[in-house]
């Protein structure tokens, strides 16, 4: 990776060399290095495997250029360049950002901020930024031998093929950001790491699934998560054999990971300001409405003390705040990038977009502008999108899981879902997903036989699951959605009525 | 590469795959200039694989994306190397873990210890690009032009349009790989694609659309449309326009409320080529299937295990087959993958009866197969995964019109919008963006919201009739791996006729 003071003294001399720049009225230069690790595992114990099927990384480093032209504020120009931070690399950027100008009416100018920022001391507790990718291997592997040694003492029978796959990664995401700006006082830094570790164990003879994940910020968190193998195998044990309860309509307990998963795949694109200026946000026309249960309140914190997404800056310079999106249930902030907010703010049809419930003095800011690739990471050419982090649902009068659970009295406990998307696209609401794992049958009141893993898929809307739940669970817990950019801190909660169908064995 | 592994103790073989890229991109939002941009960049990634005592063998890889340091040979060669010690390092390291995992497993993991025995290629060849206007040339002041109009034309249509977004991309991309085998493939891609998303509300509901053409040619697919015999597409001026008009017809449209029961479904090309891509392609990657992707996107319906399969088996109406074929002129177009393996046909599932898995080379040796030439990274910093080329439902013999005609009641589902399917592919519920009702063989009123819900096997077994009008589209946006890889292919059926649940919308 590249050393964040060398990012930083290529912005300075960027920053000097464009503010002598006739034609160019002002000027954004973002840098960025990341580096991700990922240590894939893959065992199967009926079928030839490598243990370690992918042990890589991807390295990526650059500078995106964006000019305003003098002579008229709306004519803007972009380029980026990878890999080179040279004199001779900007000037090239610098001319390819004159060929692509347009003169876009809506450009609200660049995200200002005059007042200087203090930098960050990073915590020394936080050592991912110098951890190596032998540390990731090593846990990869002890997960691995973990998973294989618990199965071998802990399954009930000598089985001859008993369908082991043990999968998932531990990845190391490592990024660092510079940036330059003729609309803030001084160069701006920022550098994180944090690692998430996934493991799922299926054991095919016994129709069981199991997992365990963990995320965080230290070596020593990294080296505690080689018990995730462990854990994943001794879930699925946990869960061989599970019941197919028929389709029909079912209370049901969601947990932490279905949550998040619903959050992210259905609610958090929703909560954008560039959904609701394309009206494209299931909550379209519904700002500073009820949209929620009164005891749930959503937010995303860059600056968490729990969070391993940590962000002092956004990707546009300014600085990483919380932003409350739903407050005790009322639709209250919105994710927001720079341009998005103002062209949102500037939008002719505004009123209908946001509707009668919005207040006349919004307080939105850009508060969630980033620039992110493949594995969330911070890269230099993707444009500024709105963006969570770690997204925390807090809840009041909130119960135990033993209650929740008797509160649902015969029912399912849903401990993870799979594929949940927006079935007839995001505003509309409905969404659809399979169970496919950790979960049980309820009666009465209480976990009584795991459920089978892939046997039932759910078909409903996201009003159903946040506004009129039964009971809403007291603490917060870490999930982690594959793909996703945030990391959740999410509750568990009690839904009266889930539409379940069957879904049958090939 | 060959120097490398021949003096680098441990070090068997070696590879690297070397891309360079140009694309210029502009959009338009309610027919005003959003952005343009040209993009260059190269990268490359390197794979090592090591040898240790008892024969146990293990990787690793290195990607960069090196940008403008690749203009400079000198600079390029010192990466370059360092990213080969760096991924011989993780190998060696990989080989000392494996050993030691095996003494604590002991005999408990008989196949960690196996050897996979992967043949390298020694292919070498030189393949073009196809296209007319070069990605190269000055186009953005026309590609701007192009979305600004096509997205003010959407505009001017009416009040209930409100929102559109129109963008344009060409692309060139040069790929190099070569490996200690003697392997020297160059080949060029041309990737031109036109993206369209409009959201329309009216007083009876609203409906946002989304839509895409691609084709493997230059600027013209889009300025003038594609004329290729199996993915032919109008002018992007053209496509927006239509698929404006029916997000307006839709949004006046009732949501679906279909019988809760199994009815009749006539299945569009369009529709199908998402059935084909989450049903047929999916389960049938070979890596999916030998449980590779267990953790991420799933295992398949069609491999439980080496003795527990559907190979052989029927699977579907024996009016059903289906195949990949990379050879053909579509999005998913190429002649060798990026392990070197020419690509060649493979049939998935002959009259009813399943034949086969897209695959690499390791996954192929696992099975006790050839290659078929099917392992694609979406770019060099990535390993390449088991992957959909031109993936599809082969033509039948009857009319789309007498498809239809045929049924006394039962819906058409035409074009598809999101797909969600259980973890195994072994279930599915596709959104269509239009279901119409069939009433006595006539096509009857429109709806909105959707959907298809069955087994995967049931689905294809009540299939009683195909149509011979075979298409491809472009799917531009397919994710696999981890970290996620978005990588383009075209996917695609003729009509079908089977029997299904429907699902409508909530609202």
Request: charged share 20%; aromatic share 6%; with cysteine.
């Amino acid at each position: 990776m590249i050393s964040l003071e060398t990012l930083r003294q290529f912005a300075r001399a960027a920053h000097a060399q464009l503010a002598r720049t006739r034609d160019i009225g002002a000027f954004e230069l973002y840098c960025s290095s990341a580096d991700h690790l990922v240590a894939r595992l893959n065992y199967t114990s009926d079928l030839p495997s490598r243990g370690l099927e992918e042990c890589k990384s991807l390295n990526a480093a650059g500078f995106a250029l964006r000019i305003v032209m003098r002579a008229d504020p709306h004519q803007t120009g972009y380029a980026h360049v990878a890999g080179d931070f040279r004199s001779g690399a900007l000037r090239e950027a610098l001319a390819a950002a004159r060929a692509a100008v347009v003169r876009d009416p809506h450009f609200p100018g660049l995200p200002a901020d005059p007042q200087p920022l203090a930098e960050r001391r990073s915590d020394p507790a936080h050592d991912l930024l110098t951890a190596s990718d032998q540390q990731v291997i090593d846990s990869a592997w002890a997960a691995l031998s973990s998973a294989g040694t618990a199965f071998a003492k802990r399954t009930p029978l000598k089985l001859a093929h008993p369908g082991l796959i043990i999968g998932g990664d531990f990845s190391l995401i490592r990024d660092r950001v510079a940036i330059a700006s003729s609309a803030l006082p001084e160069v701006r830094t920022d550098e994180n790491a944090y690692f998430s570790a996934s493991v799922t164990a299926l054991i095919e003879a016994l129709d069981a699934k199991g997992t365990a994940t963990a995320i965080g910020t230290s070596r020593s968190e990294l080296e505690r998560a080689q018990r995730l193998g462990r854990d994943a195998v001794l879930r699925a044990l946990e869960l061989r054999h599970g019941e197919r309860p028929p389709a029909g309509d079912y209370r049901v307990v969601l947990g932490p990971q279905p949550i998040a998963e619903i959050l992210n795949y259905m609610v958090m694109g929703s909560l954008t300001t560039g959904a609701f200026q394309t009206a494209g946000s299931a909550y379209t026309g519904r700002f500073g409405d009820t949209v929620m249960d009164a005891r749930l309140t959503l937010s995303d914190d860059p600056l968490a003390a729990q969070g391993c997404v940590r962000r002092t800056i956004t990707c546009e310079g300014l600085p990483a705040r919380r932003t409350v999106l739903i407050d005790r249930g009322k639709l209250v902030g919105l994710l927001s990038n720079h341009y998005d907010l103002h062209r949102l703010l500037n939008d002719e049809r505004r009123d209908e977009k946001l509707g009668p419930a919005a207040p006349a003095a919004l307080n939105l800011q850009a508060n969630s502008g980033y620039r992110l690739g493949d594995g969330a990471v911070r890269r230099f050419d993707g444009h500024p999108a709105s963006v969570g982090t770690n997204v925390i649902m807090s809840a009041t009068g909130g119960v135990s899981d033993r209650e929740l659970i008797a509160a649902v009295r015969n029912g399912i406990y849903v401990g993870r879902v799979w594929y949940t998307y927006p079935i007839n696209g995001q505003r509309a609401g409905d969404f659809t997903c399979t169970i496919s794992g950790d979960s049980y049958v309820i009666r009465d009141g209480r976990l009584a036989a795991p459920l089978a893993p892939n046997c039932l898929r759910i078909n409903a809307h996201i009003e159903q699951v946040f506004k009129a739940p039964l009971a809403v669970g007291r603490k917060s817990e870490p999930a982690i959605v594959w793909g996703a950019p945030e990391a959740y801190w999410v509750p568990a909660l009690a839904i009266t009525s889930l539409t379940l169908t069957s879904v049958n064995p090939a | 590469m060959r120097r490398f592994v021949a003096t680098h103790r441990g070090a068997l073989d070696a590879e690297m795959r070397f891309e360079v890229m140009l694309a210029r991109s502009a959009s338009a939002h309610d027919g005003d200039p959003r952005d343009s941009a040209v993009s260059e960049t190269a990268a490359f990634g390197v794979k090592v694989t090591c040898g240790g005592t008892g024969g146990v063998t293990a990787e690793g890889f290195t990607g960069v994306e090196v940008g403008r340091l690749a203009l400079r040979k000198g600079r390029l060669m010192v990466e370059l190397e360092a990213a080969l010690n760096e991924a011989l390092r993780r190998a060696r390291w990989n080989v000392r873990q494996k050993i030691a995992a095996l003494k604590t497993l002991g005999t408990t993991a008989p196949a960690l210890a196996r050897a996979l025995g992967v043949e390298p290629s020694n292919e070498r060849a030189t393949i073009p690009a196809t296209f007319q206007r070069d990605p190269r040339d000055a186009l953005g002041a026309e590609m701007q032009q192009l979305c600004r109009e096509a997205s003010s034309a959407i505009a001017g249509l009416g009040q209930d349009i409100v929102f559109n977004a129109v963008s344009a991309l060409s692309e060139l991309r040069h790929e190099l790989f070569i490996n200690s085998a003697g392997a020297a493939i160059s080949q060029a891609f041309a990737y031109s694609q036109g993206d369209v998303y409009v959201v329309a509300q009216t007083a009876d509901g609203h409906q946002e659309t989304w839509d895409v053409i691609g084709d493997q040619r230059g600027f013209e697919c889009l300025r003038e449309g594609s004329r290729l015999e199996l993915s032919a597409h109008p002018d992007l001026h053209s496509f927006a326009l239509e698929l404006a008009g029916e997000t307006r017809a839709l949004a006046a449209a009732p949501p679906l409320k279909p019988p809760d029961h199994e009815v009749v479904v006539v299945t569009d090309p369009h529709f199908n080529a998402l059935v084909a891509h989450e049903i047929i392609g999916h389960p049938c990657e070979a890596d999916r299937a030998l449980k590779m992707e267990a953790a991420y996107a799933g295992r398949s319906w069609l491999l439980r295990s080496t003795r527990e399969n559907q190979l052989g088996r029927p699977i579907g109406s024996p009016l059903l087959s289906a195949c990949s074929d990379p050879t053909l002129d579509g999005y998913g177009h190429y002649l060798y993958d990026h392990e070197g393996t020419p690509a060649r046909r493979t049939i998935h599932i002959e009259g009813g009866v399943f034949r086969g898995f897209i695959n690499s080379r390791a996954t192929a040796a696992a099975l006790g197969v050839k290659p078929n030439g099917s392992a694609r990274a979406s770019e060099a910093w990535h390993l390449p995964l088991v992957r959909m080329s031109n993936t599809f439902f082969m033509p039948g013999a009857s009319d789309p019109a007498a498809i239809v005609s045929e049924v006394e009641r039962g819906y058409l589902v035409c074009g598809n919008n999101i797909p969600s399917i259980a973890e195994s592919r072994e279930n599915f519920r596709i959104s269509a963006r239009r279901v119409y009702e069939i009433d006595h063989g006539r096509i009857g009123r429109l709806y909105r919201a959707g959907s298809v819900l069955s087994d995967s096997k049931k689905f294809f077994t009540n299939i009683d009739a195909i149509g011979n009008d075979l298409r491809l589209f472009a799917i531009p946006n397919c994710g696999k791996g981890q970290p996620m890889q978005v990588k383009r292919m075209s996917n695609g059926g003729p009509t079908l006729r089977s029997r299904a649940r429907l699902v409508g919308g909530d609202r």
